[in-house]
């Protein structure tokens, strides 16, 4: 059973920084794309970044120049460093991840969630 653990949320003040952290457990044979989601109150869930396994990056337009995205080189943990923070920010911050547990299609896993909270 595969598992997402993110760890890093908190509050902070605007202009402050935060890295987030997601590990992957379990029985994962192979870690495709990983990414980071993003759902503040009462709007819906939105991309923030993504790595691809190769170390392609994409990122949502709000957070460019400020939020890198990385991966370790065992490539099953993905960092969100967080950099100049806004109010706006604040959100329940997931992780995701294509993970195939064996050879066939990947599945998609999702982490619980960690809270950021930049105040103003």
């Known amino acids: 059973q595969v598992q997402l653990v993110e760890s890093g949320g908190g509050l902070v003040q605007a202009g402050g920084s935060l890295r987030l952290s997601c590990t992957a457990s379990?029985?994962?044979?192979?870690?495709?794309?990983m990414g980071w989601y993003r759902q503040a109150p009462g709007k819906q869930r939105e991309l923030v970044a993504t790595?691809?396994?190769?170390?392609?990056?994409n990122y949502a337009d709000s957070v460019k120049g400020r939020f890198t995205i990385s991966r370790d080189n065992a490539k099953t943990t993905v960092y969100l460093q967080m950099n100049s923070l806004k109010p706006e920010d604040t959100a329940v911050y997931s992780c995701?991840?294509?993970?195939?547990?064996?050879?066939?299609?990947?599945?998609?896993?999702w982490g619980k969630g960690t809270l950021v909270t930049v105040s103003s």
């Open positions: 379990g029985s994962i044979f192979r870690i495709y794309t």
């Open positions: 995701n991840a294509a993970i195939s547990e064996s050879w066939g299609a990947p599945r998609n896993y």
């Open positions: 790595i691809s396994s190769g170390g392609n990056t």
